[in-house]
């Protein structure tokens, strides 16, 4: 089994930064990737950023310029790090961790509880 352990969320000011951080532990050893993705009232949950094992980044357009994603590996725990600056109105929102691992029986996907990132002046 594979456990989430997010955090790093809470209210910022426009133009600020936070880093949300998510700890994988447990069954890791098949780890795909690591990714944030994030879901606002009445939208549906989208891609922020997510990274796979050998450190390649993927990141969602609206972010690309202003978000910074890493993963740190150890044996059995890795991270994924969710740098935001220059945040604005429109990022507020639940952050969720998604770690996407593969089994013997196939390709599978654990996500985290969420965090609320609330950006206001």
């Known amino acids: 089994q594979v456990q989430l352990m997010e955090s790093g969320g809470g209210l910022v000011q426009p133009g600020e930064s936070i880093t949300l951080s998510c700890a994988a532990s447990?069954?890791?050893?098949?780890?795909?990737?690591l990714g944030w993705y994030r879901q606002a009232p009445t939208n549906q949950r989208e891609l922020v950023a997510s990274?796979?094992?050998?450190?390649?980044?993927?990141?969602a357009k609206s972010v690309e310029d202003r978000f910074v994603v890493s993963i740190s590996k150890e044996w059995q725990k890795s991270k994924v790090y969710l740098r935001m600056r220059d945040l604005k109105a429109e990022d507020t929102a639940t952050y969720y961790c998604?770690?996407?691992?593969?089994?013997?029986?196939?390709?599978?996907?654990?996500w985290g509880q969420g965090t609320q990132v609330t950006v206001s002046a």
């Open positions: 998604r770690y996407v691992g593969l089994a013997t029986y196939g390709e599978f996907e654990v």
């Open positions: 447990g069954d890791i050893h098949g780890l795909r990737s």
């Open positions: 990274i796979d094992g050998e450190g390649i980044p993927n990141y």
